[in-house]
């Protein structure tokens, strides 16, 4: 083993994937990229921590609307989403969004006023449920309402954040479901 800096600590776990974050805020639709996410609890309710700045346009709306969508992009678009996390909402027209921007189709969520992302793989809608680390850490923590899938897409493979602008695409899947006896009810 070899020591590595302390600062890099988040290129050696850093999650994935890669999600797309839309807000609705003031009449206008926004969607931002983050990489720092977790799953909290399966649920009921299914809860999702996400680290979202200050420093994006995207904080204000969520804070202020309570309510986001987590939008699961494949490969495909991992062009786009790094585009989309190099520029903000605070910087467009007032008659364009990055939606238009970067020709992303929105669609009517069900439970929120944030649109879904029709290009995705998968669309989570959420409401936001616990706001005591925002302040000290971003980390708003969101229950998912609704959750919706696109099994049809071609291209179904996630990919992830090695925290340097390089990515890892998702590979082949490895079947453990017969030595996972003590967790067999989250293999339906
Ligand atoms: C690959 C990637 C991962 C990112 N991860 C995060 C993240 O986890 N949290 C965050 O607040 N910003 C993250 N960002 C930065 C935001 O996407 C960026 O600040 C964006 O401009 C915010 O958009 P907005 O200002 O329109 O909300 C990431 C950007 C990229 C390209």
């Not at 238009?100 to 995705?120: D, G, I, N, W, Y």
Request: aromatic share 6%; glycine share 6%.
């Amino acid at each position: 083993m070899q020591n590595f800096p302390i600062a890099k600590t988040h290129r050696l776990i850093e999650p994935g994937p890669v999600l797309l974050v839309t807000t609705f805020h003031k009449d206008r639709a926004n969607i931002m990229t983050i990489g720092f996410h977790m799953m909290i609890q399966h649920g009921p309710p299914p809860l999702i921590g996400c680290i979202i700045g200050p420093w994006d346009h995207s904080y204000e709306a969520l804070r202020k609307t309570g309510e986001c969508v987590l939008a699961v992009p494949g490969v495909d678009l991992a062009e786009k989403a790094v585009d989309i996390g190099n520029c903000s909402g605070s910087d467009m027209d007032s008659d364009t969004d990055k939606f238009e921007k970067f020709h992303l189709t929105q669609l009517p969520a069900k439970r929120v006023k944030a649109p879904l992302v029709k290009e995705c793989l998968a669309n989570i809608e959420c409401r936001v449920a616990d706001t005591h680390l925002v302040n000290a850490y971003s980390l708003f923590i969101l229950e998912a309402v609704h959750a919706h899938i696109n099994p049809e897409r071609k291209e179904q493979r996630t990919f992830h954040h090695r925290g340097d602008g390089t990515f890892t695409v998702d590979g082949r899947i490895l079947n453990l479901q017969e030595r996972m006896v003590k967790w067999k009810m989250f293999q339906d």
